[in-house]
């Protein structure tokens, strides 16, 4: 094969070849199924080094373009990426103002209890259900003899200079270029959140959110006395007009944003709104704290965090690895520039000392033996597939009344349901039905709209399934002969 690379651009090479090839595949001149020439050919052929062809090759792969066969080489994906029939996500929904409600705790018990159900088909949960555990096993085994020195001791709160260095390095590539004294540790995401509202809040400010979001950050305001301002979500991310608006009249302390990969709706800002979003915030000297749980498992190329536009400190960036390798590790991070580190660093000690220092070392091994990358570059594929069922399992069996988002990447998608729908009642029945789905209700601090969360990450036999039960179920509910009578609705909490 013969791939025209220009050798004085300032494109990369690999990018190059990334494209060349993403373009014939694109466009049928190279069919699904067919084999790609291996590394050592392509790399005679087209006079680069090996390596070259391993960042390209990944990089399709984590497009879901191409797939490796273990021993045999890469083929060529099936395309099934064209969904624009239903992609329609525009509710009408107003501002909703809270000072206080909601109930995380009790949700996420009773979401861990309906998980336990036997024969579940789980579409609620916050996890990636094909994440490989053999892998993790052999790399948790080398960590540990690698080390033992450090494991039987008490550790820096900030967390283990390795693991911080890895994860500025990993940031790199992202767009968001920082220096391991300006991370930190944490346990899980959910401290990270919890340290930094409880650090920049206090009770009675005014906290702009993204509705609908992360519920168990709703649960961290509330719990602090926070007064929550819901701005809607657009596709494009959060309506700029009405949080301008907000900006001016509340003078919120904290605007919450999880810019990539939205928990519930997976939608992705695009450069402009990232900057537009940090001028209002400069404007109104309002801090921001940037949600990136979704962090790299993105099938599409993402903008750098708005954290990497910050000049002034004004955004701490959270992230976890929780969603890519384990959510039982419990290790999180927080990246927190100028005055604020130092604060925040003696925040977690005050908390519980330093996070498990075996997960630090595993999640190090992880990041270190490049196994991390390769484990992303699979998961993506694996979730870009699943995904790909799922969207036409809800094109063949969901009414055309429910609209639903089209995420590039992470594991969840959002369905919109008409405003009628009695969505307690659905959650309800498909839970007697063995299908637990997230309540879209919880996502919101206030009165939302009817709608659901579906976790993707299954087997096509299990969202096949699933679907096509919760397709007959919101069908019924449709019918002209349905009656709106009061249910008895116990409450149904099943969003992790
Ligand atoms: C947006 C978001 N942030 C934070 C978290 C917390 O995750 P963890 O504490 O496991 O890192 C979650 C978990 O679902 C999430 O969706």
Avoid at 66 to 90: E, K, P
Avoid at 100 to 126: T, V
Avoid at 471 to 485: A, D, E, H, V, W
């Amino acid at each position: 094969m013969i791939i025209p690379l220009d050798r004085h651009s300032q494109k990369p090479i690999y990018l190059q070849i990334r494209d060349y090839l993403s373009r014939l595949i694109r466009s049928g001149k190279i069919p699904a199924g067919q084999k790609l020439p291996s590394i050592r050919v392509l790399s005679e052929s087209i006079q680069v080094n090996k390596l070259t062809v391993i960042e390209a090759y990944s990089l399709l792969e984590a497009d879901g373009l191409i797939y490796a066969r273990q021993g045999s080489g890469y083929f060529v994906n099936r395309i099934t990426s064209d969904f624009t029939l239903r992609s329609h996500f525009a509710p009408a929904q107003k501002v909703i103002i809270s000072e206080g409600g909601g109930s995380f705790s009790e949700q996420y018990i009773a979401s861990l209890q309906a998980q336990q159900q036997s024969d579940i088909i789980d579409f609620s949960s916050g996890f990636p259900h094909n994440s490989s555990s053999n892998n993790l096993q052999r790399i948790a085994k080398r960590a540990m003899t690698k080390a033992t020195d450090t494991l039987f001791k008490y550790d820096f709160p900030q967390g283990q200079l390795l693991l911080r260095q890895l994860i500025a390095q990993m940031l790199v590539p992202q767009g968001l270029e920082v220096s391991p004294e300006e991370i930190i540790i944490t346990t899980g995401s959910e401290q990270a959140l919890s340290l930094a509202m409880q650090y920049y809040l206090q009770p009675s400010d005014w906290v702009i959110v993204e509705t609908p979001t992360y519920h168990g950050a709703l649960g961290i305001l509330e719990n602090l006395g926070a007064k929550v301002i819901g701005i809607p979500m657009t596709a494009e991310g959060m309506n700029l007009e009405l949080l301008e608006q907000y900006l001016q009249s509340h003078r919120p302390k904290l605007i919450y944003t999880i810019s990539t990969l939205q928990n519930p709706t997976g939608i992705t800002t695009s450069q402009v709104h990232r900057q537009k979003l940090l001028a209002l915030a400069q404007e109104y000297e309002c801090l921001i704290l940037e949600d990136n749980a979704y962090e790299g498992l993105n099938f599409e190329p993402v903008p750098a965090p708005i954290k990497a536009l910050d000049r002034h400190n004004l955004v701490t960036y959270i992230s976890t690895f929780s969603k890519t390798l384990m959510p039982g590790l419990r290790v999180g991070y927080m990246v927190v520039t100028g005055e604020h580190y130092q604060h925040l660093v003696k925040q977690k000690l005050l908390n519980d000392l330093h996070v498990s220092t075996v997960s630090q070392a595993i999640v190090s091994e992880f990041l270190g033996s490049g196994n991390y990358r390769r484990h992303l570059s699979r998961l993506r594929t694996s979730n870009l597939h699943s995904r790909n069922v799922m969207l036409q399992a809800l094109e063949h069996y969901f009414p055309d009344a429910i609209a639903w988002t089209i995420p590039k990447g992470g594991l969840f998608l959002w369905t919109h349901l008409p405003d009628h729908l009695p969505i307690q009642a659905i959650c309800q029945e498909a839970l007697s039905h063995n299908i637990l789905v997230a309540n879209g209700a919880v996502f919101f601090p206030g009165q939302g709209y009817p709608a659901m969360r579906l976790n993707f990450c299954h087997t096509p036999e299990d969202i096949e399934q699933g679907i096509e039960i919760l397709g007959r179920l919101i069908k019924n509910y449709l019918t002209p002969s349905f009656q709106s009578f009061s249910f008895k609705s116990p409450e149904l909490n099943t969003a992790s």
